[in-house]
């Protein structure tokens, strides 16, 4: 089976301003958004906590165009790592996208900006993600060149990607790794079109992940792939299950009640849409959740 056939369309279609407009009317961005500020984000996660889950924090941005606003989204990354770092009852780690930081203007800047947020950290984990197929060299670069900066520094990798096979050997051992699908549009030379070629790769990944002594980060809503990686059997330290903020609350809930380690990924911030329009693609399902929410605001706003 393909990929969901509809996520070009669907991607293609939300470049339209009017799509924008009517996601905003919707509210249906509040879905997998936890909110504009970091005091929702901190809101959200304690509730997690509340529930037995750990958190990742995201502050929503990507591929900014001056050096400014990679600063301000550096200063934003340092203000939430502070606020997980003092507030002790909560298990919070940050991830970070390099195009926020600055990737497009200069790798310079970049590594620049990420060794900011990592001096601020404490003993917060910080991850980065990991974004289209032409970010990749530079991201696993600027990975390779922090490792050893802070004890607690990860990076995600994606399974869809064919090069994924090989970069996964030029991680140092022992990192800490989040394994996706991959959330990118991208074209048959670079990733598998097929479902079943992504989720086998996604196997082998996780195998080798777990033969190089990694810490993984499975993150995935896919039962099948969760429980495999489950009857691994590995140890807590090594195997933290991960999932999108609400996406698939009742797999988060039975891993929980299994005893077993989930943190969920929670978004927030002001530029929700790009992110907002990932998650619609992915599920065609979400679409009409989209729409039928569009129509019953409209009504509500006659
Ligand atoms: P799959 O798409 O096969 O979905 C399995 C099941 O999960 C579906 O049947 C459905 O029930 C549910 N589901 C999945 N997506 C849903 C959605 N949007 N809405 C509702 N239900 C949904 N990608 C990337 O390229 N770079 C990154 O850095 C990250 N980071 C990241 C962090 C974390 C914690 C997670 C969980 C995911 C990412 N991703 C990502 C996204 C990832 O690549 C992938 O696009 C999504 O997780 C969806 O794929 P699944 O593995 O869930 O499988």
Partial sequence: MRMSSLRRPILWFAEHPWFRVAALRSGVWRRFVAGETLDDAL?????????????????????????????????????????????????????????????????????????????????????????????????????????????RFGICLQAYLKRTAKDVFELPEGAVVRLVKGAYLETPDVAFPSRGEVDATFRRLFATLVAR???????????????????????QERLEFQMLYGIRTDLQR???????????????????????TRRLAERPANLWFFLSNLVRGLARSR
């Fill in 43 to 151: 809101a959200a996660a304690r509730r997690l906590q509340g529930k037995g889950i750990a958190v990742m924090l995201d502050h929503l941005g990507e591929n900014v165009a001056t050096e400014a606003d990679s600063r301000a989204a550096t200063d934003a990354y340092v203000a939430a790592a502070e606020a997980l770092h003092a507030d002790t009852a909560l298990d919070g780690a940050i991830s970070v996208k390099l195009t926020q930081l600055g990737l497009d203007l200069s790798y310079e800047l970049c590594l620049e900006n990420v060794r900011r947020v990592l001096d601020s950290a404490g003993s917060t984990l910080v991850m980065i993600d990991m974004e289209s197929h032409d970010y990749v060299d530079r991201t696993l670069s600027v990975y390779r060149e922090l490792h050893g900066a802070h004890d």
């Fill in 254 to 276: 039975e891993l929980v009640a299994g005893g077993l380690p989930v943190r969920v990924y929670v978004p927030f911030g002001t530029e929700w849409y790009p992110y907002l």
């Fill in 213 to 235: 002594d990694c810490t993984v980060h499975l993150a995935t809503h896919d039962a099948r792939l969760v429980e495999g990686a489950r009857r691994f059997g590995l140890p």
